[in-house]
Structure formats: C-alpha cells, structure tokens
C-alpha cells in the first residue's frame, strides 16, 4: 500500500520511520509505516541515508481496513511525532482499503491530514502472503513489502523458491515478485 502510494506521487521513501526510539522502563519505539520526502530523488532510502530537516515530507500510516480510530490515532500522531525532526512541512496521511463517513470528515477537518483509500487491487495485493525455502525450510508468511525488502536487504536471493499463501506451486521470488515491479515501472505515474 506505501509503495504504491509512493509510486503515485514520487519523493524519496524511507519505509518503517523509526520516529521514537525504545527505551526499556522508559518508553516503546514507535515506527511510522512511510515518510517520503516531497521532490527528493525516485528511491527508497534507509533513514539513515536521508535527512527530513527542512524538508516537506509525508508521513504515511497505512491499515489494510476501513478507516478507524486506530489508524486516525497513529497518523495524528505520527505528524506531531515527526516534528521533532524539523521539516519545513508535514502532511500526514492515512491510507486505507476503505473510508468512512462519520470519521472521514471529522479526520480530515484537522490541519495536515488526509484520507487517501487505496483501490481495489491494491488492497489484494496488500493482502497477499507468500512463503519462501530456504535450505529446505519454509520461512513466512510474508507480506510483499516484508519480502522486497528482504531481497533489498540480502537476505532472500532472487531465485529464492517462493510462493504464495494461496497457491501450491513454487516459483521464485524473481518471477513472482521482481518481474511485476519492472512490468509496472518504477516512475511515479
């Protein structure tokens, strides 16, 4: 779903925004599901490459449901979370399978937040699991963006036996996964 938010509007993505850091007795770690940073190059960064201070930015909390109270609450408070770290903008913004009518428009009369309801498709692909075999071993379920980034990071190999949840046939993580990201292009459209 942040993906192909991103992808709509292009910017520099950092996925999985550690905003507070955990501290044992003292406070959780809270993590933000996307920050892009508006008119910055068309990749997704490590947080650590990148800086948000006196840049417009997005902020990203996405909720494969309707939109609720949970969801509203982590946006909300995510934009203030994101203060801290000094961008000259923040817009936040709660991305979502469906929206509802009693708290859309109560969300969205506050200052900085939207509702952007992500279509059908994309709900099913953001649904979807797949399993990968290493050494013999099925590891998951995964979701696709536990699983790119997991190629991203080294850990899985392209030709990986992969598969989805659905399925019985294995594949690997190239032709499942890799192949639909070049079919679909990696420019913001």
């Given at each position: 779903?942040?993906?192909?938010?991103?992808?709509?509007?292009?910017?520099?993505?950092?996925?999985?925004?550690?905003?507070?850091?955990?501290?044992?007795?003292?406070?959780?770690?809270?993590?933000?599901?996307?920050?892009?940073?508006?008119?910055?190059a068309f990749k997704i960064a490590r947080q650590s490459e990148v800086d948000v201070a006196?840049?417009?930015?997005?902020?990203?909390?996405?909720?494969?449901?309707?939109?609720?109270?949970?969801?509203?609450?982590q946006t909300f408070f995510s934009a203030t979370l994101m203060e801290t770290f000094k961008p000259r903008s923040i817009e936040s913004?709660?991305?979502?399978?469906?929206?509802?009518?009693?708290?859309?428009?109560?969300?969205?009369?506050?200052?900085?937040?939207?509702?952007?309801?992500?279509?059908?498709?994309?709900?099913?692909?953001?649904?979807?699991?797949?399993?990968?075999?290493?050494?013999?071993?099925?590891?998951?379920?995964?979701?696709?963006?536990?699983?790119?980034?997991?190629?991203?990071?080294?850990?899985?190999?392209?030709?990986?036996?992969?598969?989805?949840?659905?399925?019985?046939?294995?594949?690997?993580?190239?032709?499942?996964?890799?192949?639909?990201?070049?079919?679909?292009?990696?420019?913001?459209?």
């Amino acid at each position: 779903m942040t993906r192909w938010y991103w992808k709509q509007i292009g910017g520099t993505l950092i996925e999985e925004f550690c905003a507070v850091e955990r501290v044992i007795g003292e406070r959780g770690g809270r993590w933000i599901d996307g920050i892009i940073i508006k008119g910055g190059a068309f990749k997704i960064a490590r947080q650590s490459e990148v800086d948000v201070a006196g840049k417009d930015i997005i902020v990203i909390q996405a909720k494969d449901s309707r939109l609720g109270m949970y969801v509203m609450g982590q946006t909300f408070f995510s934009a203030t979370l994101m203060e801290t770290f000094k961008p000259r903008s923040i817009e936040s913004i709660a991305l979502v399978a469906h929206d509802d009518s009693v708290l859309g428009p109560i969300f969205r009369s506050h200052d900085r937040m939207r509702v952007v309801v992500c279509p059908e498709e994309v709900m099913i692909r953001a649904r979807m699991r797949f399993f990968v075999r290493k050494e013999g071993i099925s590891e998951g379920p995964f979701s696709e963006t536990e699983l790119l980034r997991r190629v991203e990071d080294g850990q899985v190999e392209h030709s990986t036996p992969c598969r989805r949840s659905d399925e019985e046939e294995w594949s690997t993580v190239a032709e499942l996964l890799l192949a639909r990201e070049q079919k679909e292009g990696s420019q913001p459209k």
